[in-house]
């Protein structure tokens, strides 16, 4: 998914340089160590995750149209340290958070939604048998941490920025409210929120691939197909 994904980007700035001699270049502000936390995932899988990224840039001559960004432009210490010091800076106390996801037709409220489908399912695969009252009680309450540190971020990115950047998102944007443009990387299977990396690409044909969630590609007897260095492709 990472991989067809750089593709998608990488094309976007040279279809760029196509009409304007100067082309682009995407800056991805990558930087699990924001969500991990929250989200059972180790720091060091996050380091492991980013360098791979960097690796895949360099292996695939994409250097002029693709970066990596995350915290260390701001921040020195270990992930602790680092997140104390972003949500110090940038963080919106947890009471608002769940004051501007009230309101009805906020982006906030939408987010908060999408937020908790996405616990809920990385509950779940933590614990099958969690019971329905339990888990949608956590997923929620999931969903209003992510849903703060996803506002964090977007402050923090917004800090890094310059005022003649364009700030795009692999989330789906709408409304007059959108701050950001909304990019597709790969096409869905009806889920505009799925994203490469909350999905699963599935091979179709020859050389056509779209997202669908994980429980989908299982339950059609799907395979995990692996790159030479054994990690999931």
Known sequence: GE??????????CQDIKSVYSP??????????????DIEFVDDQTVVDYRQGL????????????????????????????VRSQFMSEFGTPMGQVKQ?????????????????????????????????PELNEKAIEGGYGTLQRSLAWSAAIKSMSSENDLTISTHPQKGQQATKIGISLLPTNNDPTLT?????????GDDHFILTHREKAEALGLSLIRDTKNNPS
């Open 23 to 36: 082309g682009g270049q995407v800056t991805i502000f990558s930087d699990g160590r924001v969500f991990s």
């Open 54 to 81: 960097e690796d895949m840039i360099k292996e695939m001559g994409f250097e002029d149209e693709v970066e990596i960004s995350s915290l260390s432009q701001l921040y020195q210490g270990d992930s602790n340290e």
């Open 3 to 12: 991989r067809i994904g750089l593709q998608t980007l990488a094309e976007v």
């Open 100 to 132: 501007l996801a009230s309101v009805n037709g906020s982006k906030e409220q939408d987010l908060h939604k999408v937020f908790t489908r996405l616990n809920r399912e990385m509950l779940l695969g933590q614990n099958s048998s969690m019971k329905d």
């Open 196 to 204: 490469p990396w909350h999905g699963i690409p599935v091979k179709i």
